[in-house]
């Protein structure tokens, strides 16, 4: 098993002044620029500490809020890039879909690539319904932009003889020839994000590796429908490495700080959904069928416990989120046993994305976080022996 | 004697799409005041709160509704995109039934349809009805002509566009399926066409003088997410044309005095024929 180390670089200091709203419409001049830049500093000494102990990276983007400050997620990995040694560099995601300049974003990503010597793994994203009011791109054609762009990024890198001609629906290009070349061939790895089994179909065909956020032992559903689609069409059972899963990890050395370092650490789910409500559904970000359903007042439950106990990821406390696979909280053997038992449940998950930062956790818990796993619970899920990948995927 | 309804549901093929069509009044009987058959053009909310309208002006109009590509049940072809495409759409289906001397009646999103409509052609029509109109900028960049309605809650919504909110207000749940499939459509449909730019055409500011029907705007003044001056800019860039306001009415004014209104739509259709004649 792979681990990356997550933060989404927040601006904690204003959690507690929004009046209803930390996205798209609090204003910033809750946003202090000498205290952003000590955290900038702090998140990035955090990011080298994870590379210097053996962990990977991810980096990520969201858009007016206070929840990250990470809003052009390519002057990260442009720091990391030359700041880190060997760690992998994940960003997850580029929200494409959303760009207006899908030849900037090969242009980036390769040269991110280059400088950090093929380090790069390129995470593709359709972004969070509340990225819409930033970018202003029409929601309803948005998956339509991001296949686009995602074709275009990727024949940009792979093509080496010349320019090549782009005259698509959204982008048009005639004289495509991206330097530098990408690193990695054919190009970096791509990955992406899902929580609908329809999705995951599709990045099957592709044997993308799928992330799943927060999905905790609904989970399950949503690998089992990447690997009967990616059994379909590649013949053989996709590898763990194929998918990861994002949660949240505090580890100590006695349970009791472990659960304060898991509620400081919460503080990403408590905060995160704080959005006036116009900016959660935009028109067109789901199907009208789902819409219908939520016009009724009808929406599925998205967390539950592995006993199907449902739960709101926004409120619930922490022994809850221990339950539903969304915290891996305790000592180095609580965690190595919970995640352990998750990748049981998942039928194998190869990468961990592991947010051992966010909100209020202070510099020296989140580094002593990142210690104590790396030292105590990282080289036990490295010896982990995933589920037989065969029997998984005939089952599924 | 039907035009439209070439099957039993009411539905009207034209260019291979397929969509949901309303056909009301005798075909014959002249609109009051003179005149052919009376399109109506629906607003960003879809057909359902404007069958009353339609039933007040088939008491003296042959009228025809369709229900716009994307809405209702209406197919869409994913090479419509925008509302030009509608306007080309609406020049064939006017071809197709072969109609003439047609009266369209537009609000908002609808109007805005006409206008384009009768920017490329008004060899079909003989007036344009356009109430609470959306469809051009008027003010400067920086100054926001039409509010965003994307950027409010459901109530503040009802409240912005409604001189009685209570009018517009709906029971999802316990509303039919298909109605409430509808809203759903109607929703993504109005994103896909004005979420950018928002509610507008650029280039329909300067084709407006091609307009030589007679023209009307009517004006619910309630409405806060246009303003009357909107309307009134709007307007002024039609040759000839007038607005009219409509009290206690936002905007949607036909479903909120939608007596008013059908009298102030043959109203103008007889001053017209009077002018004519």
């Not at chain 1, 089992?224 to 053989?236: F, Q, V």
């Not at chain 2, 260019?15 to 009044?25: M, N």
């Not at chain 2, 088939?58 to 049940?73: D, E, I, M, N, Q």
């Not at chain 2, 009685?164 to 298909?178: E, N, S, W």
Request: hydrophobic residues 40%.
């Amino acid at each position: 098993m792979r681990v990356y180390q997550f933060s989404e670089q927040a601006y904690f200091p204003a959690w507690n002044e929004h009046s209803g709203s930390l996205r798209v419409i609090f204003p910033n001049q809750k946003c202090d620029p000498h205290v952003a830049a000590d955290l900038f500093h702090r998140y990035y000494d955090e990011y080298q500490a994870a590379d210097e102990l053996g962990i990977d990276i991810m980096l990520n983007e969201h858009h007016a809020t206070a929840t990250c400050m990470s809003s052009t997620v390519v002057v990260g990995l442009a720091i990391l890039a030359r700041a880190t040694k060997n760690a992998r560099l994940l960003v997850l995601g580029y929200p494409i879909g959303h760009r207006p300049d899908p030849l900037r974003v090969a242009e980036e990503l390769s040269t991110i690539d280059v400088i950090s010597r093929g380090r790069l793994d390129m995470g593709f994203i359709k972004g969070i319904p509340y990225e819409v009011a930033a970018s202003n791109q029409n929601p309803v054609y948005l998956m339509d932009r991001f296949w686009e762009a995602h074709d275009f990024v990727i024949k940009a890198m792979t093509t080496h003889d010349g320019p090549f001609n782009w005259e698509g629906e959204y982008f048009h290009y005639r004289q495509v020839n991206v330097w530098p070349r990408v690193w990695q061939q054919p190009h970096p790895p791509v990955w992406s994000t899902t929580g609908s089994p329809t999705q995951a179909r599709i990045l099957g065909e592709r044997g993308y590796v799928m992330a799943t956020l927060g999905t905790g032992f609904g989970t399950r559903k949503v690998y089992d429908a990447y690997r009967k689609s990616y059994l379909s069409k590649h013949g053989k059972a996709p590898g763990a490495d194929r998918f990861a899963y994002l949660g949240l990890v505090a580890v100590a050395n006695d349970r009791e700080e472990a659960r304060k370092r898991g509620e400081l650490i919460a503080g990403y789910l408590r905060t995160s959904p704080i959005v006036y409500p116009p900016f959660r559904n935009p028109p067109g970000y789901l199907p009208p069928e789902d819409n219908a359903r939520v016009l009724r007042g009808e929406s599925p439950p998205r967390t539950y416990t592995k006993a199907g106990r449902v739960i709101s990821m926004q409120n619930a406390p922490v022994d809850d989120l221990i339950d539903a696979g969304v915290l891996f909280c305790g000592t180095p053997d609580d965690v190595y046993a919970q995640i352990a038992a998750f990748c049981e449940h998942c039928g194998g998950m190869g990468n961990l994305l592991m947010m051992g930062q966010a909100g209020f956790l202070t510099h020296a818990q989140t580094i002593d976080n990142l210690s104590l796993f790396a030292r105590e619970v990282y080289p036990r899920l490295k010896a982990y022996q995933q589920p037989d990948a065969e029997a998984v995927a005939a089952a599924a | 004697m039907s035009l439209a309804a070439e099957s039993a549901d009411g539905s009207l093929t034209v260019g291979g799409v397929r969509i949901d069509l309303i056909e009301r009044g005798q075909r014959h009987s002249q609109a009051r005041g003179g005149g052919g058959p009376l399109l109506f053009l629906h607003a960003e909310n879809g057909i359902e709160p404007s069958r009353e309208i339609i039933e007040e002006l088939a008491k003296s109009a042959h009228v025809l509704a369709p229900t716009h590509p994307g809405f209702g049940r209406s197919e869409l072809p994913k090479s419509m995109r925008s509302v030009d495409d509608l306007s080309y759409f609406y020049l064939d289906l006017l071809d197709q039934l072969d109609l003439t001397d047609v009266t369209v009646v537009g609000v908002s999103f609808g109007a805005w349809i006409a206008a384009e409509i009768a920017v490329k052609s008004t060899a079909r029509l003989s007036r344009l009805v356009m109430a609470n109109a959306v469809g051009v900028k008027v003010g400067d960049r920086e100054t926001r002509d039409i509010a965003d309605i994307f950027a409010v809650t459901d109530p503040d919504y009802l409240a912005m566009v409604y001189c009685d909110p209570a009018v517009g207000k709906r029971d999802y749940k316990a509303l039919p399926d298909a109605e409430v499939l509808a809203a759903a459509r109607a929703r993504e449909a109005t994103a896909r066409f004005a979420w950018n730019p928002y509610f507008h055409n650029p280039r329909l500011k300067s084709r407006l003088h091609r307009i030589r029907i007679p023209t009307l705007f009517l004006w619910g003044t309630h409405d806060r997410m246009l303003s009357e001056a909107y309307g009134r800019a709007y307007c002024a860039m039609i040759p000839g044309a007038r607005l009219e306001t409509i009290e206690r009415a936002g905007h949607f004014p036909h479903e909120e005095q939608p007596k008013i209104f059908v009298e102030r739509v043959f109203a103008f259709c007889g001053k017209v024929e009077e002018r004519v004649a």
